[in-house]
């Protein structure tokens, strides 16, 4: 009991705890598992985390996180990002989604703040019926089963990292993997597009010179599936 206090208290302050445990034989049933220990795992907030969703709520986006991390987790990471407030306190998981009607969740859709242990799908029916609503609705993903989602969204937005098929299902390819990137696409910072593929990349001003190579990479590739690899740049921007 004292062990699972402790891991409680541990993800209710953000951090994830690992079991680790050994069985003998190869042949074994879950209930055959002898737990050795729990690991704690402390993944500490980016520093532009906070000050990124401050400035995407200020410009009326209202920002959902959707994660695999169990709800105490979650919800303590989003409180301290700024996505749990006071105006959107809603935490739930991926069962509680799935018992969940299409019009409750409309109800519950503007106070949500964080659906954890999300499930594949659920990206999707969120975007469907936040749709429905009328709302513009944009989501971020770099999975393979992120692809749905992102190709039902008004803006399928891809981490440049993430899986072939979550960036061919994007509109915008995000090359640096922060959030910050994402208020920089809002901002209409520095970027490039490109007119073959339809992808468009975003940085920072002032990102290093490995993110814009990505993006120049990109487009070349793009030029010489197109057959124009003569073409200029600016052609594909």
């Known amino acids: 009991v004292a062990f699972c206090e402790k891991m409680n208290a541990l993800t209710k302050r953000g951090v994830r705890v690992l079991l680790m445990a050994y069985a003998e034989g190869l042949e074994r049933e879950n209930g055959d598992l002898t737990l050795i220990c729990g690991v704690a795992l402390s993944d500490a907030l980016r520093k532009e985390a906070r000050p990124s969703v401050e400035a995407l709520r200020a410009a009326g986006i209202h920002v959902i996180m959707i994660t695999g991390d169990n709800i105490d987790t979650a919800r303590s990471i989003g409180a301290s990002c700024g996505i749990v407030t006071k105006e959107t306190p809603l935490c739930i998981d991926g069962e509680d989604l799935a018992t969940m009607t299409d019009s409750r ?133």
Not at 138 to 143: C, V, Y
Not at 144 to 149: E, F, G, L, T, V
């Open 105 to 237: 969740l409309v109800e519950l859709l503007p106070t949500l703040a964080v659906v954890a242990r999300a499930l594949p799908g659920d990206k999707s029916r969120l975007v469907r019926v936040a749709q429905e609503m009328g709302l513009v609705c944009g989501m971020t993903g770099d999975g393979i089963n992120d692809a749905p989602a992102l190709t039902r969204a008004d803006v399928g937005i891809a981490i440049g990292a993430g899986a072939d098929v979550a960036i061919d299902a994007a509109d915008v390819v995000v090359v640096k993997s922060e959030l910050d990137t994402t208020r920089a696409c809002k901002d209409h910072r520095d970027g490039g597009g490109c007119r073959f593929c339809g992808s468009w990349f975003f940085y920072e001003t002032d990102a290093d010179a490995a993110a814009q190579k990505e993006m120049k990479d990109w487009i070349a590739l793009c030029k010489k599936a197109a057959g124009a690899v003569n073409a200029s740049e600016a052609e594909y921007r």
